[in-house]
Structure formats: structure tokens, C-alpha cells
């Protein structure tokens, strides 16, 4: 069976400080793997997504980055965290090419103060 | 403008009634429909889903109904109960290529009274 894990749990910054969440795959090899953004209340939004190793593309500019160092290892970072950064972070990952049934997370809460 | 639309914020209901949440989208294109369950601090979970070929899908007390022609669907949840409490996404997206975009809804967020 295939397992997701992301750290930390949540997280309280400072603006303007650094940021680094991160997701592990287990049980499913090359996996398509995506990080959303969830606002508090609100709906999820698509940040990135990776097909392969090394090869990450953005959906959109939030000043956030992401990498995908190993197959099952998803990262996501910023040098400099905004108030507007604050919310659920959740990376998710569908089995194939094409797949349209993404398998979440549970996620990371962060508090920009 | 919001492709997909979840008609209302939050709906609340008694025990043993029938939950029917509805949604709405835009993009013509769209071709499978799942629905997302979420409770308070973790990731959405898939529930069930439908594609644009079938006009109803059934899995339990769980139904999809689809209408291409309005393009719209509901999500009718039979016999709700309390642990049926949580938050609804309804999401969309165009089948094929390597990125899986679901488009969401804002959610409705389903309160089940005892």
C-alpha cells in the first residue's frame, strides 16, 4: 500500500524568514507529485506539480519554489515567507500519466505572523 | 471567473435526511467529476466521481448526478449521518496530459444534526 507523509505538521514563521515542507511517497515508484495550496475555508490551488525527477513546473507565482530531489521526495520552499503565504499546505500524487485521482496528504498549517 | 461553482457555503441537515449538494462549471471541456471529502486538519480524500459520459454514479449512500446539457452535477448523500459532517469539493478537469489540474470548488461545508 502506498503512503504519503508530509513534515511538519504546522508551522509558526516570522515574514520574511525561510521556509522548507516537504512530502514522502512510499510504496508507489514515479509517482506524479503536486503541491496545493489551501487558504483557510477556501478551495485548493495547484502550485506545482513534478513527473519525474529533477523536473518541477509551476502553475503559479505565489514566490514559492519546488523540487523534487529523489522519486518519492517532493519539496517546497521560499527564501523569504509574506503574511500571504499563510495557510494548508497539502502535496498529493496520482498514479500514472494522465491520472486524474490525487491521493492527499495530510497536510501542513502554516502561520505567517 | 470561477470554472467550478458549489452553489452554497454550507448546508445543514438532519440525521437520516438526503444531502444534495450542487455544482456548476464552465469549461465545456471538463470530463470527470470527482467529488472530495475533507474533515477539519486533513488532506481531501476522493469519495467518488463520474465522467462526463455517464449521467449518474452510484457507490453506496453516495450519488453523482450529471447533466451535461446545464453542465451541472449534485452529489446526493442518502441516509446522512453525523460522521458524514465535513467539507465538499466538488472539482473538474480535461482528461489526458501529464499534469492532473483538478480544478476546485470553494467547498460546501456539510453540517449532519442528530
Known amino acids: 500500500a502506498q503512503t504519503i507523509h508530509q513534515w511538519p505538521v504546522a508551522e509558526i514563521k516570522a515574514v520574511g524568514s525561510p521556509l522548507s515542507l516537504g512530502c514522502t511517497i512510499k510504496?508507489?515508484?514515479?509517482?506524479?507529485l503536486y503541491w496545493y495550496w489551501q487558504a483557510t475555508g477556501g478551495t485548493l490551488q495547484q502550485l506545482f506539480y513534478?513527473?519525474?525527477?529533477?523536473?518541477v513546473e509551476s502553475v503559479v507565482q505565489l514566490n514559492l519554489s519546488a523540487s523534487r530531489p529523489k522519486d518519492d521526495q517532493f519539496i517546497l520552499s521560499t527564501e523569504k515567507l509574506l503574511l500571504s503565504h499563510s495557510g494548508f499546505y497539502l502535496c498529493?500524487?496520482?498514479?500514472?500519466?494522465?491520472?486524474?485521482?490525487?491521493?492527499f496528504g495530510s497536510g501542513t498549517r502554516l502561520t505567517v505572523l | 471567473q470561477q470554472q467550478v461553482r458549489q452553489s452554497s457555503q454550507s448546508l445543514t441537515v438532519w440525521e437520516g435526511e438526503t444531502a444534495i449538494l450542487n455544482c456548476s462549471y464552465e469549461?465545456?471541456?471538463?470530463?470527470?467529476f470527482p467529488w472530495y471529502q475533507q474533515f477539519p486538519g486533513e488532506g481531501p480524500a476522493l469519495l467518488i466521481a463520474?465522467?462526463?459520459?455517464?449521467d449518474k454514479k452510484e457507490d453506496g449512500r453516495f450519488t453523482i448526478f450529471f447533466n451535461k446539457r446545464e453542465k451541472n452535477l449534485s452529489l446526493h448523500i442518502k441516509d446522512s449521518q453525523p460522521g458524514d459532517s465535513a467539507t465538499y469539493f466538488c472539482?473538474?478537469?480535461?482528461?489526458?496530459?501529464?499534469?492532473?489540474?483538478?480544478?476546485f470548488g470553494k467547498g460546501t461545508k456539510l453540517s449532519v444534526k442528530s
Open positions: 469549461n465545456s471541456a471538463f470530463d470527470y
Open positions: 513534478s513527473i519525474t525527477v529533477g523536473q
Open positions: 472539482a473538474a478537469s480535461v482528461s489526458g496530459g501529464s499534469n492532473a489540474k483538478l480544478t
Open positions: 498529493a500524487w496520482s498514479r500514472d500519466w494522465g491520472e486524474e485521482t490525487l491521493y
Open positions: 463520474i465522467r462526463s459520459v455517464s
Open positions: 510504496g508507489k515508484s514515479s509517482p506524479n
